[in-house]
Structure formats: structure tokens, C-alpha cells
């Protein structure tokens, strides 16, 4: 168990529907990372909040968004969903040092 | 294009056998870590690997960093059916975003009892 969690486990919906899906970080740690894999891309960086605040951006398609609340719970938002949007959703969390990161079990998405 | 590319992409042995799985960059990285994931969790890190020609022991498995710090390995010795699992490196490449970490797609092994 690496201290971080994920809901839901699985979310299945439709195609042009929004999602949210929801990470709590380990206790402590101030860096949430959003990361999607997919079979084909494999795992990519989507996005890094650092208590509360947008540090890094990656592949992030415009229709997500993130945010980090000021308990440093984030929430990765999903809009007008595509059959493509179909992946695993991890959400990691690290301290300042940020050598480290450690996952969560993930949200498997299914957009039908 | 992929930064990183990990080879084989699928691996399956016998128990008690040794294998040596690949990640190679046109790169240069500042480090190097691998992760194992396992079916229906997340990835958790083995080893972080920071100086070029460096090599770490973690048990029955070997990492060693290239000495341009453009290529990893994972030497695993005796492999067990516990070992099964998906193989990603994953680094920061020199020159990017230090917070942006790189993944390859990964090596799946299998070790069959």
C-alpha cells in the first residue's frame, strides 16, 4: 500500500460525458502527478500540482483539467469523453525532495 | 517518438532462469529509475540509478546505468514466479523539465513456475 488513493477503481460512461475522478497524496506530501497509460502510449505525464499551485504541464488534452485543494486532495477533470480517453488514470504523490513518487491503484476509465 | 525505448516488450521464461531486459535513450538523462507494476495496481519504485557506469544490487536483481547516462539495464538472476510483472524505466532527460518524468512503455515478463 503506498498511502495513496484513488476513486473510483473503475468509472465507465459514455462518449461525450465529464468525469471526475479524485487522488488523496500520502500524508505529508505536497506533489500530486496525474499520468494516464494506455496500451499504446504507455504511461504519460499529464500534469503536477504543488500545494495547490499548477507546477508542470504534459500531454494534457484541453478537454482535462486538474486542480489541488487546499487539503491537497486533486481532482482530474475529464470532459466531452472520446472512446480514445479509454485508459488507466494514475494519480502519485511525493515530498518536497521529489526523488520519489509513489502511485496509487489507479481508475480504470472506459468510455463506450 | 518514444524517449525511451525498453526491449524486449514481452518476456517469458522458466523459473531459475536469468534475464537482462533494456532501456535505451538517444538522450542524456540526469537519472534513471525503474519501476515494477503489477495487474491492477500502480507502479512502485525499484531502484533510482544517478551516476554514469554506476550499478545497484537490489537482492537477485542488478541495475547498471550507462556511463553516457543514455541506457539502463536490469539483470535479474534465478528469476522467480514473483518477479512477474511489467518492467518501466523512467527518467528525467537533461536539458528538460525537472519535474516532467519520462516513462518508457515497459517490459512484460513473465516467469513461469
Known amino acids: 500500500d503506498s498511502g495513496v488513493t484513488q476513486t473510483p477503481k473503475h468509472l465507465i460512461t459514455a462518449t461525450g460525458q465529464r468525469v471526475t475522478l479524485r487522488c488523496s497524496p500520502r500524508s505529508g506530501d505536497l506533489s500530486v502527478y496525474w499520468y494516464q497509460q494506455s496500451l499504446d502510449q504507455g504511461l504519460q505525464f499529464l500534469i503536477q500540482?504543488?500545494?495547490?499551485?499548477?507546477?508542470a504541464k504534459g500531454n494534457i488534452l484541453e478537454r482535462f483539467s486538474a486542480q489541488q485543494f487546499p487539503d491537497l486532495h486533486s481532482e482530474l477533470n475529464l470532459s466531452s469523453l472520446e472512446l480514445g480517453d479509454s485508459a488507466l488514470y494514475f494519480c502519485?504523490?511525493?515530498?518536497?525532495?521529489?526523488?520519489?513518487?509513489?502511485f496509487g491503484p489507479g481508475t480504470r476509465l472506459t468510455v463506450l | 517518438t518514444q524517449l525511451l525505448e525498453q526491449s524486449p516488450q514481452f518476456l517469458s521464461i522458466q523459473e531459475g532462469e536469468n534475464l537482462t531486459v533494456y532501456c535505451n535513450s538517444s538522450s542524456v538523462f540526469s537519472s534513471l529509475q525503474w519501476y515494477r507494476q503489477e495487474p491492477g495496481e500502480g507502479p512502485v519504485l525499484l531502484v533510482t540509478?544517478?551516476?554514469?557506469?554506476e550499478v545497484k544490487k537490489l537482492k537477485r536483481l542488478t541495475f547498471q546505468f550507462g556511463d553516457a547516462r543514455k541506457d539502463s539495464s536490469l539483470h535479474i538472476t534465478a528469476a522467480q514466479p514473483g518477479d512477474t510483472g511489467l518492467y518501466l524505466c523512467?527518467?528525467?532527460?537533461?536539458?528538460?523539465?525537472?519535474?516532467?518524468?519520462?516513462f518508457g512503455k515497459g517490459t512484460l515478463l513473465t516467469v513461469n513456475p
Open positions: 540509478v544517478v551516476t554514469g557506469g
Open positions: 500540482y504543488y500545494n495547490g499551485e499548477e507546477r
Open positions: 502519485a504523490s511525493s515530498d518536497d525532495r521529489e526523488n520519489e513518487q509513489f
Open positions: 523512467a527518467g528525467f532527460p537533461v536539458g528538460g523539465s525537472n519535474y516532467k518524468l519520462t
